[in-house]
């Protein structure tokens, strides 16, 4: 019961299919990985509080422009302001 369960699911037919168009979507995935000007993937630069966000401009808004060491001050400033209220 168990086997033809796996032989009929249709989402196991469409990640087969997915595999073998694999190496002609990549580009566009790169691409899609770099967007907005970063340099660095989002989940290159992490803070326990502010999450996840790109390396090459600590920003933590995935939808953001990279805006470089502008914006990395900012940040920077951002966590120093959260841990001395963390500290307090
Ligand atoms: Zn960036």
New binding site residues.
């Given amino acids: 019961m168990m086997k033809m369960a796996t032989v009929n699911n249709p989402a196991a037919r469409v990640r087969n299919y997915d595999t073998k168009g694999l190496l002609g979507v990549k580009s566009k995935y790169e691409e899609d990985t770099y967007k907005?000007?970063?340099?660095?993937v989002w989940g290159s630069y992490w803070h326990p509080h502010f999450g996840w966000g790109?390396?090459?401009?600590y920003?933590f808004d995935h939808s953001s422009k990279?805006?470089?060491d502008a914006?990395k001050k900012q940040t920077i400033k951002r966590e120093y302001e959260y841990e001395l209220e963390v500290n307090k």
């Fill in positions: 907005n000007g970063h340099t660095q790109y390396r090459c401009c920003s990279c805006l470089g914006q």
